[in-house]
């Protein structure tokens, strides 16, 4: 049916079809039986097929025949096809981006922005493959030389979430991939076709450059395809991203068969606003961080901690904002807020406002559901303002839905200790012109995030730092810095060129 101001399921259809069989998708990928839905109007989009559990192991042992030869392919040479999945995905960037908006509901903007974030960690990748340094130590032996070698680990396993369906994906995959390790992808059941559109460029790219084909692979499917990946005693690293309640469960089953695991997790990211504060950075800072892609990023901010000297008038700015923001299909110019991914996130989000008002809080604005006439399937929320008294259960919990909880604070130790009184992890900032303050948040006992900002919000990381968190937000890194480190094995190499046999420590047995 048509629907004024919302887009026809026909249409979108067809756009999600054009834009799959463009990245070079298989169009026998759109006969299955399981639907691919999306938030914009709850309609179908297609119908894919899933995988079964049983066929993971298939697929494990297809990586690691393609693990022997890309382990011993040069960082380099592998590094190659990295290159030309780069080049793929910005020649393809709108085609991707279009899915994603389909799947996840982003606005064009924050899509494009998802698809350039994976063209970035391939330009970072692409260098790393040249940069995959051990250490030389000195030894302590006459004669000797002692230094480190990285080597490829083996077949990591990828989960990913809904939210960023494809970016999660390439952070793993371009670093794997150039540190020598295949790749088995199951992508959250809310996005199959992006994750197919992402994968065929993939292909497209091994194929060009004559890599191994089954250093990727992806299986559609639900939870218990992510439980055979998780269990399987050839999967050397699994990374999965999504809820601490998923990580719950993957962490102990991948550590009692000694795998290793990487986890991205949950967040309940605060702004500290302190009374020197510019205010009006600080709102932009916070309406783009609390209200962007309908308040689902891992990093969205769900906290405010404002000083009781700037707090209200920070309230009505935050809100003044909020009462403009456009909501309604995201792929049409203008409008900053889509949809919520679907009506278990609806239903999360109202029982927290009725929480937060149970608990003392008082809804400033927003929490109302809109469109539902136009589309009774799909679930636009205005993003919402809430003023509570004290930091009470909802606030240390995360909602997946866009409500920002402010506190308000007298002493900067104070507005930390609150900060940090949550169990996750991920992301933080401080909004202040004083820099002992910003040093003091940055410092050990300031912020305890993965993620410590200063006048700049809690969402939009670059790829070019570690990306991760502690706490229940899981303790793993990706992206930048490092953080390829856990996607290889490190040996410790002591080379003795000496004709003699000196013991370390001085030990003599003879
Ligand atoms: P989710 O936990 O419901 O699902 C994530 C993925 O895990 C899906 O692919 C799902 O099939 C799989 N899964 C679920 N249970 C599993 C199990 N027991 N074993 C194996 N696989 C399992 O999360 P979601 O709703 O898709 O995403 C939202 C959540 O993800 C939020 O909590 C958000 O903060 C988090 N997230 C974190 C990051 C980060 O980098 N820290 C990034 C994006 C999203």
Redesign the pocket.
Known sequence: ATRPGLPDDTDLAARARAALLACGADEAALAGDQPARTPITGGELARVTWATAAEVDDAVGRAVEAFATWRTTPAPVRGALVKRLGELLAEHKDDLAVLVSLEAGKTTSEARGEVQEMIDICDLAVGMSRQLYGRTMPSERPGHRLMETWHPLGVVGV??????PVA?WSWNTAVALVCGDPVIW?????TPLSSLGAAALLDRAIADTGAPQHVSQLLLG??DV??A??DHPDVALLS???????GR??APRVAGRFGRYLL????NNAAIVAPSADLDLAVRGIVFAAAGTAGQ??TTMRRVIAHSSVVDELVERVAAAYRTLAIGDPTTDGVLVGPL?GAPAYETMTAALTAATEQGGQIVCGGTRVLEDLAPDAYYVEPAVVRMPGQTAIVRQ?T?APIVYVLAYEELDEAIALHNAVPHG?SSSIFTADQAEAERFLAADGSDCGISNVNIGTSGAEIGGA???EKE??GGR?SGSDAWKAYMRRATNTVNYSGELPLAQGVEFA
């Open positions: 989960i990913s979430a809904f939210n960023f999660v199951k992508p959250s059941e809310a639900g939870r992510g439980e990946l998780v999965a991203t999504g809820s601490t309640r998923m469960e993957v991205e997790l949950g967040g990023r891992c991914i995360e997946f991920l990306f991760g968190g937000t899981g990706e």
